[in-house]
């Protein structure tokens, strides 16, 4: 209180007249082209790859030895004739084919997993005792049982890659299931729902980030195991996708095809994971506030 106001007395009323904003200075800065472009995610990992491509070419140079190491100018001149001719594009196929079987047949079975292991505690004890039995076991080494039980077609593959894909969406699905606050739980049963509609309206989402990286997780360890199989089932049945393909080209010293297989599997996983599981979460945990 000022010394010249009595008490009791009001305070007198403050008039403050507009500053003219320029004498603040520059209070925002526009950014400059390359700082914009700088800002975009896209724009940063394509100059990674550009790097990565430059530094291939120049190791590459540097050794000369296209047996060991061939260009990267190389590796894209065989990867586009294969494409052209067709042969690449019919191995990309089939190695598609397979795994959108196995890894959609292992997402289903993961599914049926978890619910029952969510519905009742049996369900839960027997997916907690499956997983840890099951996840550690690499699919590949299923594959001579596999060969055994199915023969020499798709169905082995099949089983490998529902193994590879089961444990990885089960084991995430359930983590992010029992980390939904008792809350959203709470509220879930107040408003009378139970079993299927309680998780699809209430579990799922609370707990899709986890089952979103559980599919990430999957579709990886399924894309792996099948060009590893292929590797050991083109061999065996004389056909195949990527891996045979590799492996045909690896035997007839076109070490430029080998990696240019090794380009397609990777593009294909990076396409995969920036337009595909992107896609879905920029439409659903990160519209929900889930993720930054």
Avoid: C
């Avoid at 593959?157 to 193994?163: G, I």
């Avoid at 408003?191 to 899709?208: K, N």
């Amino acid at each position: 209180m000022a010394d010249n106001q009595a008490p009791g007395e009001a305070r007198p009323e403050i008039h403050r007249e507009p500053v003219d904003a320029s004498r603040f200075g520059v209070v925002e800065k526009p950014l400059s082209r390359l700082e914009t472009l700088l800002n975009s995610t896209a724009v940063r990992k394509t100059l990674i790859i550009i790097v990565l491509a430059l530094a291939w070419e120049v190791g590459a140079r540097a050794l000369h030895n296209d047996l060991l190491l061939p260009t990267f100018t190389s590796t894209m001149s065989a990867l586009v004739r294969g494409i052209l001719s067709g042969e690449l594009l019919l191995k990309i196929w089939i190695s598609l084919k397979v795994l959108l079987t196995g890894y959609a047949a292992g997402v289903a079975l993961a599914a049926v997993l978890t619910g029952f292991g969510v519905a009742t505690r049996v369900g839960s004890d027997l997916l907690e005792t499956l997983t840890a039995m099951f996840n550690p076991l690499p699919a590949i080494a299923l594959l001579p049982i596999a060969l055994i039980w199915f023969g020499l077609g798709n169905g082995s593959l099949v089983f490998v890659l529902v193994h590879s894909v089961v444990w990885a969406v089960s084991l995430n699905t359930q983590s992010g299931f029992m980390a939904v606050s008792q809350t959203l739980r709470m509220v879930g049963r107040n408003y009378g729902l139970r079993g299927l509609p309680y998780i699809a309206r209430v579990l799922i989402p609370a707990a899709f980030p986890s089952i979103l990286t559980g599919l990430k997780v999957g579709w990886a360890f399924a894309w792996r195991t099948l060009i590893a199989s292929e590797l050991v089932f083109g061999v065996s049945s004389g056909s195949g996708g990527l891996g045979w393909y590799i492996y045909e080209s690896k035997n007839l010293l076109e070490i430029s095809k080998v990696f240019a297989g090794l380009l397609t599997i990777i593009i294909i996983g990076l396409i995969v994971e920036n337009l595909i599981f992107r896609t879905i979460e920029r439409h659903t945990v990160r519209r929900w506030g889930m993720q930054a």
